[in-house]
């Protein structure tokens, strides 16, 4: 199983942009998707999440800002992120937990895309 995050780059203050994850192998079902971030000298944290029926959650310092979605048939995650701020700039991680494959039952992360907010 790999993940395969795109989307990032460099945007002004208040600008938008939107990540996407694609999971890719034999996979039968994934029960978790979500985005995590890190920034320089700071603790991974978990962005938002959205499990497979669509329920979400959103760290406070995002909500009413980014919007996550998938596509369940796509094995896709996506982060829109509107109003940016600075404090966003961070490498951005996809995650998929509780991958269901024909040999395994796993959790995966793809290799970080980097959101830098900046004028």
């Known amino acids: 199983v790999q993940l395969q995050a795109s989307g990032g780059g460099l945007v002004q203050p208040g600008g938008s942009l939107r990540l996407s994850c694609a999971a890719s192998?034999?996979?039968?079902?994934?029960?978790?998707m979500g985005w995590f971030r890190q920034a320089p000298g700071k603790q991974r944290e978990l962005v938002a999440r959205i499990s497979s029926g669509g329920n979400t959650y959103y760290r406070d310092s995002v909500k009413g800002r980014f919007t996550i979605s998938r596509d369940n048939a796509k094995n896709t995650v996506y982060l829109e992120m509107n109003s940016l701020k600075p404090e966003d700039t961070a490498v951005y991680y996809c995650n998929a937990d509780h991958v269901s494959t024909s040999t395994s039952i796993g959790n995966y992360w793809g290799q970080g895309t980097l959101v830098t907010v900046s004028s």
């Open positions: 192998g034999s996979i039968f079902s994934i029960n978790t």
